[in-house]
């Protein structure tokens, strides 16, 4: 059994996907601060002119310690806005059009909503069902942490989940004390990125990967976008 944790992200980009296809459950970690200029809140699509970044506004009045899943939407039309740039970006595209229905229930659902937890959370779940990924999702409000230390924590949420394995993406060691995991006996591997490959991207500079998996989707169908999770590892302790 291998578990992911991650913090939730707005219409994340394939590498977020492929952590959570590779493993058996997925712990949604919003119990944890807000961070400004983040992927909580927003994230790129690539449009004919290039790049743009699509960004719902929060409440944050500089609050410290303000938890990712009590930030508030301030502008909630900023989704309705979103969904008319996804359209006009990639309406005419096949791969897009097969999942426009899927994806417009999801934003219509999630306009209504106050808190930004609650947007990614219904928009990735939309995404998950249209990637037929079927990781099992745990909200972390279900632990009750004995500790405020990171790598802690996410022993503590293996260990009560008993799974065997944690996976984190390649920036994850340079945080952890692999030596607590190591003592736990839970094995941590980490998710390479470098394998995905590039398709016909719209714009006319360099390919870009870090942009939304909507990209990914509109260009190569479900089942093309699929097949870039692949889940390529290596052990770290």
């Given amino acids: ?13 394939k590498g977020y996907f492929d952590l959570i296809a590779s493993a058996d459950v997925f712990v949604i970690y919003d119990s944890v601060q807000y961070t400004k200029n983040d ?18 506004p929060v409440v944050t009045a500089g609050r410290f310690g303000q938890k990712i899943r009590e930030t508030e939407i301030s502008d909630r039309a900023a989704l309705t806005r979103h969904w008319k740039t996804i359209t006009q970006t990639y309406g005419s595209l096949s791969g897009f059009a097969d999942h426009a229905g899927e994806l417009f229930e999801a934003f219509n659902l999630a306009s209504n909503k106050t808190h930004l937890h609650d947007v990614n959370v219904i928009l990735l779940q939309a995404l998950l069902d249209v990637l037929r990924v079927e990781t099992e999702i745990i909200d972390d409000l279900r632990f009750s942490f004995d500790s405020d230390d990171p790598t802690s924590r996410l022993v503590q949420i293996c260990t009560e989940l008993g799974v065997s394995s944690y996976l984190t993406g390649p920036a ?41 998996i909507v990209d990914l989707l509109a260009h190569t169908g479900a089942d093309g976008a699929r097949r870039e999770l692949r889940g390529r590892t290596h052990r770290a302790c």
């Fill in 1 to 13: 059994m291998r578990a992911v944790v991650l913090q939730s992200n707005y219409l994340p980009w």
């Fill in 39 to 56: 992927w909580r809140n927003r994230n790129r699509l690539m449009t004919r002119n290039g790049p743009v970044w699509i960004t719902v």
């Fill in 172 to 212: 994850g060691t340079n945080y952890l004390d692999l030596d607590q995991f190591r003592l736990a006996e839970i094995a941590v591997e980490v998710l390479e990125y470098d394998h995905y490959n590039e398709y016909p991207q719209l714009g006319s500079g360099r390919f870009d990967h870090a942009v939304s």
